[in-house]
């Protein structure tokens, strides 16, 4: 089992940055995928951004490729998502997500307020 923590969110103004980082419990964190996800208030849970296990692989929503950049370290079990020229619509819960290799077990992270101000 995994439990994932979200850190790094808060209020920023159009055009800042900010980075997210979740950090995951356990010693098999290269064991597991990992994603971002994102829900705006009146809006269902969408797909942010996808790293595989390794951190060859990367996957973005089109409306956050060449803004958010997806990386990880599994030296220090933690998924990172670098959010730049962010915008009024990115206002949102942010979600980290894991999902064991090969299988379809997964876990949320509590998720984190991400507020930008116009």
């Known amino acids: 089992q995994v439990q994932l923590v979200e850190s790094g969110g808060g209020l920023v103004q159009a055009g800042g940055s900010l980075r997210l980082s979740c950090a995951a419990s356990?010693?098999?964190?290269?064991?597991?995928?990992m994603g971002w996800y994102r829900q705006a208030p009146g809006k269902e849970r969408e797909f942010v951004a996808f790293?595989?296990?390794?951190?060859?692989?990367?996957i973005y929503a089109d409306s956050m490729k060449g803004r958010f950049t997806i990386s990880r370290d599994n030296a220090k079990n933690t998924v990172y998502l670098q959010m730049n020229s962010l915008k009024p619509e990115d206002t949102a819960i942010y979600y980290c997500?894991?999902?064991?290799?090969?299988?379809?077990?997964?876990?949320w992270g509590q998720g984190i307020q991400v507020t930008v101000s116009s």
């Open positions: 997500h894991a999902e064991a290799v090969g299988t379809r077990y997964e876990y």
């Open positions: 790293i595989n296990w390794s951190g060859g692989r990367t």
């Open positions: 356990g010693r098999t964190f290269s064991s597991y995928d």
